[in-house]
Nanobody, 124 residues
């Protein structure tokens, strides 16, 4: 049974940092690209960042570029999202996803598995 479980969310002041983790089980992680998405109140789920199989290449939404960083440890079946310089507009539920496909890592189509999400609230 495949499981992706996010953790590390919470309440933080603007300008602060949080580190989200996604623990993966039930699949061979180095066969999947991993992505982080978020859903802000009243908005559709959107791409935040993604990372290729080996971790050599990563991709980011313009809104988080330079502030967020995705990393992975295939040996530990773990993906992380380091979030710095947080803003109130980063408030959202954050989800990690796994895709075995070769399409655009920024789009939700093609993702095989999702976690249940973790809430991040940034107070201004």
């Amino acid at each position: 049974q495949v499981q992706l479980k996010e953790s590390g969310g919470g309440l933080v002041q603007a300008g602060g940092s949080l580190r989200l983790s996604c623990a993966v089980s039930g699949l061979t992680m180095n066969r999947y690209r991993m992505g982080w998405f978020r859903q802000r109140p009243g908005k559709e789920r959107e791409f935040v960042g993604g990372i290729e199989w080996s971790g050599r290449y990563s991709y980011y939404a313009d809104s988080v570029k330079g502030r967020f960083a995705v990393s992975r440890d295939n040996a530990k079946n773990l993906v992380t999202l380091q979030m710095n310089s947080l803003k109130s507009e980063d408030t959202a539920v954050y989800y990690c996803g796994a895709t075995s496909g070769y399409g655009d890592i920024r789009t939700m189509i093609g993702y095989n598995y999702w976690g249940q999400g973790t809430q991040v609230t940034v107070s201004s």
